[in-house]
């Protein structure tokens, strides 16, 4: 079993739409939660940043971690055909990069 | 800051071929990270130097793969005798000073082996 399962997708929605991504985790030492988005043939670009448990929201985007649940989700309001990428949760158990684990990553399809 | 930058962007191969990537983190970022990721996947932890210390290296790195980072700047990633199998996307990251879990990456040099 994998530490970090992701749906791969590919998941379509029509523009206008709410979108919602999801992840699972085994490991309870993680305590940092990001999501990151990525472009075909391009890096993944951070998106959303979380400590810990709780709601955060940024414009069109909230992050949402369930710890109890070792869930977390990634909802994005009004989808634009330009939020189309791939994304990928990720989580670290402290501080330093070296210990990210990402998911597989979610194929998003918005449809003008 | 025009970011992370990684060269060459594509490189096809041969096998049993030596190649070497270079990555160029952002300037006051002391932190940098090597990630591998193959298709549908997200991306693999490959090694991590905190200037120019080599700190932590995954058991994904075989003896055929070497990464330095010289003066704590930019950093290359060498892979000996190429395989088939290292045929994937290699991606460089960096980060902040102090404990960061904010990576930004480069876009990545993807390698094909034939």
């Given amino acids: 079993?994998?530490?970090?399962?992701?749906?791969?997708?590919?998941?379509?929605?029509?523009?206008?739409?709410?979108?919602?991504?999801?992840?699972?985790?085994?490991?309870?030492?993680?305590?940092?939660?990001?999501?990151?988005?990525q472009y075909s043939r391009k890096g993944p670009e951070l998106l959303m940043y979380t400590y810990s448990s709780g709601n955060k929201e940024d414009g069109r985007f909230t992050a949402q971690v369930d710890k109890s649940s070792k869930y977390i989700s990634l909802f994005i309001r009004d989808s634009q055909p330009s939020d189309s990428a791939t994304y990928?949760?990720?989580?670290?158990?402290?501080?330093?990069?070296?210990?990210?684990?990402?998911?597989?990553?979610?194929?998003?399809?918005?449809?003008? | 800051?025009?970011?992370?930058?990684?060269?060459?962007?594509?490189?096809?191969?041969?096998?049993?071929?030596?190649?070497?990537?270079?990555?160029?983190?952002?300037?006051?970022?002391?932190?940098?990270?090597?990630?591998?990721?193959?298709?549908?996947?997200?991306?693999?932890?490959?090694?991590?130097?905190?200037?120019?210390?080599q700190l932590e290296k995954s058991r994904l790195l075989s003896?055929?793969?070497?990464?330095?980072?010289?003066?704590?700047?930019f950093s290359t990633l060498e892979i000996q005798r190429t395989e088939q199998g290292d045929s994937a996307m290699y991606l460089c990251a960096s980060s902040l000073p102090g404990g960061s879990e904010k990576l930004f990456f480069g876009s990545g040099t993807q390698l094909s082996v034939l």
Avoid at chain 1, 15 to 36: D, K, P, R
Wanted: aromatic residues 14%; proline residues 6%; glycine residues 8%.
């Fill in chain 1, 88 to 112: 990928l949760c990720a989580m670290s158990p402290n501080t330093g990069g070296f210990k990210t684990i990402f998911g597989a990553g979610t194929r998003l399809f918005v449809k003008a």
């Fill in chain 2, 63 to 73: 003896d055929r793969f070497s990464a330095e980072r010289p003066k704590g700047s």
């Fill in chain 1, 1 to 37: 079993q994998k530490e970090v399962e992701q749906d791969p997708g590919p998941l379509s929605v029509p523009e206008g739409a709410i979108v919602s991504l999801n992840c699972t985790y085994s490991n309870s030492a993680f305590q940092y939660f990001m999501w990151y988005r």
């Fill in chain 2, 1 to 53: 800051d025009t970011g992370v930058s990684q060269n060459p962007r594509h490189k096809i191969t041969k096998r049993g071929q030596n190649v070497t990537f270079r990555c160029d983190p952002i300037s006051e970022h002391n932190r940098l990270y090597w990630y591998r990721q193959t298709l549908g996947q997200g991306p693999e932890f490959l090694t991590y130097f905190q200037n120019e210390a």
